[in-house]
């Protein structure tokens, strides 16, 4: 099994910025994919980004596209999303996902992520 633990959630005003981080620990070995969604309450899970294996590969949802940023850090199983000049629109439960099924591109998909963590709360203020 794969464990995933988010922190860095928050609290900040509108054109802020946080950082959140995925840890990923357990059965690791192997290359995966990891992507990081997002759920405001009454709406469905959304997709804000993904990193290939390598991180040469990212993909932003249309909606954070120039203000997030995703990366990787393989050696330390981890995975972090910067996000900048946030928006009110931004707040949801940000959760981390893994998928073992693709390494040289990440999938848009929450289906595709077989391995999901608990969630971390960000809160934009108008």
């Known amino acids: 099994q794969v464990q995933l633990v988010e922190s860095g959630g928050g609290l900040v005003q509108t054109g802020g910025s946080l950082r959140l981080s995925c840890a990923a620990s357990?059965?690791?070995?192997?290359?995966?994919?990891m992507g990081w969604f997002r759920q405001a309450p009454g709406n469905e899970r959304e997709f804000v980004a993904a990193?290939?294996?390598?991180?040469?590969?990212?993909y932003y949802g249309d909606s954070v596209k120039g203000r997030f940023t995703i990366s990787r850090d393989n050696a330390k199983n981890t995975v972090d999303l910067q996000m900048n000049s946030l928006k009110p629109e931004d707040t949801a439960v940000y959760y981390c996902?893994?998928?073992?099924?693709?390494?040289?591109?990440?999938?848009?998909?929450?289906?595709?992520?077989?391995?999901w963590g608990q969630g971390t709360q960000v809160t934009v203020s108008s």
């Open positions: 990193a290939s294996w390598s991180g040469g590969n990212t």
């Open positions: 996902a893994a998928d073992f099924t693709r390494r040289w591109y990440a999938s848009t998909r929450a289906d595709d992520y077989g391995y």
């Open positions: 357990g059965r690791t070995t192997g290359s995966y994919a």
